[in-house]
């Protein structure tokens, strides 16, 4: 995932009469660092309501770019009422098994296409209809939501901060040429998607379904062939250098690539493949990102037994590194299951009634404001934040 640039810590200003310029006999370097920047998101928000001087503190750039690097990067959790029941859709994120809402949005077909410093890209519509889809950029931390109808036609396969101007961009394709690959600043975004040269193989493969992995200042997918059998040593992992904005493509392991994603793990690239049936699950790991070395860390059996079989090809996966463990989290149907490396059930809930799927993107919450949303089209609130 990509990230704000960490701020130098500050030297704040003191008072005339040389306390600080908050009102609280604590320091500035414990009040603001030590205590509003590990304040929960909607804390520090209501801090801004005590004092003109808290507000001035609690809404400094440099402490909101602290306060968003403390957060967790939580996996998120779709959440769909079922056909005859409420046309709404839930965002959840999944913060240490327990499932926190983060919108609730109105319609069956509503979905999280990317994120990015706590940014999340939407897109509402009938499944498989880009011209039909509407597309959105939102906050969900501070509310604030435009609509990009622009990307019409587009599909969204990525998100990331360009390190050289500061600017949120989107890598698009367009939806009925797979070597046609544009760029969207949403800063300017009344400029048209600038086009980008595509690797020739790009024709012949396909994307998996999984988001992308930012690491190295690097988007990372997973590719796959339906056409042509699987190579060894086949180079199916295509990569996107967010700064030079240019593609280049990398090894993956020996595997059936159709049936695999990547995850980070503690700075490493990792690849989870499954079976058919979904129940032995393989995790590699790069050992050596420059030389594309790749290991087999470890082989797991779900628990098969806790996943009702009438629902086994609804069946989401995805692999998730948290705290210093690696996770796998299984949603069939209302249930969702976490389970660790040894195939023991950590935690599971169930939802009936409704139908959840892993979304496979992530929520690292941000108060950070971005000029952006001054010029796009949609108003705060425009869809119900939790």
């Given at each position: 995932m990509s990230s704000l640039p960490l701020p130098a810590k500050a030297t704040v200003a003191k008072s005339a009469g040389g306390g600080s310029t908050h009102g609280s006999r604590l320091p500035e370097e414990i009040f603001v660092w030590e205590i509003l920047a590990r304040l929960p998101h909607r804390d520090l928000i209501r801090c801004r309501a005590v004092s003109h001087a808290w507000r001035r503190a609690a809404s400094a750039r440099d402490l909101l770019l602290e306060h968003h690097h403390r957060q967790p990067s939580l996996p998120l959790i779709n959440?769909?009422?079922?056909?005859?029941?409420?046309?709404?859709?839930?965002?959840?994120?999944?913060?240490?098994?327990?499932?926190?809402?983060?919108?609730?949005?109105?319609?069956?077909h509503v979905c999280v296409k990317a994120s990015c410093d706590g940014l999340l890209l939407l897109a509402e519509g009938l499944h498989g209809s880009p011209f039909g889809m509407r597309v959105s950029i939102c906050n969900p931390a501070t509310r604030q939501?435009?609509?990009?109808?622009?990307?019409?036609?587009?599909?969204?396969?990525?998100?990331y901060r360009h390190r050289s101007?500061?600017?949120?961009?989107?890598?698009?394709?367009?939806?009925?040429?797979?070597?046609?690959?544009?760029?969207?600043?949403?800063?300017?975004?009344?400029?048209?998607?600038?086009?980008?040269?595509?690797?020739?193989?790009?024709l012949r493969y396909q994307l998996s379904s999984s988001a992308p992995v930012m690491l190295h200042g690097n988007l990372h997918w997973a590719w796959y062939t339906v056409s042509l059998p699987r190579q060894s040593e086949s180079k199916n992992i295509l990569v996107f250098d967010t700064t030079a904005e240019s593609f280049r493509q990398m090894c993956s392991p020996d595997v059936a690539i159709y049936r695999a994603d990547l995850f980070e793990m503690d700075g490493n690239l990792g690849m989870y493949t499954w079976d058919n049936?979904?129940?032995?699950?393989?995790?590699w790991v790069m050992q050596d990102y420059e030389n594309q070395v790749w290991s087999l860390k470890c082989s797991v059996e779900l628990p098969v037994p806790e996943i009702p079989p009438l629902i086994q090809e609804r069946r989401s996966l995805m692999v998730v590194y948290q705290e210093g463990d690696v996770r796998l989290l299984v949603a069939c149907g209302g249930l969702l299951l976490?389970?660790?490396?040894?195939?023991?059930?950590?935690?599971?809930?169930?939802?009936?009634?409704?139908?959840?799927?892993?979304?496979?993107?992530f929520l690292k919450k941000s108060l950070v404001s971005h000029a952006f949303f001054s010029t796009l089209q949609g108003d705060i609130n425009a869809w119900s934040f939790i």
């Open positions: 959440r769909r009422g079922t056909p005859g029941g409420p046309r709404w859709f839930n965002v959840a994120a999944l913060d240490c098994q327990q499932v926190q809402p983060v919108a609730r949005l109105d319609g069956f939501i435009g609509h990009l109808p622009q990307l019409k036609g587009y599909v969204a396969l990525g998100l101007t500061g600017e949120y961009r989107l890598l698009l394709r367009w939806a009925f040429n797979r070597r046609a690959m544009y760029i969207f600043a949403l800063d300017h975004h009344q400029v048209p998607p600038r086009r980008v040269e595509c690797p020739p193989e790009a049936g979904m129940r032995v699950v393989r995790i976490c389970v660790d490396t040894q195939g023991n059930l950590l935690a599971s809930s169930r939802d009936d009634g409704h139908r959840l799927s892993i979304s496979k993107q």
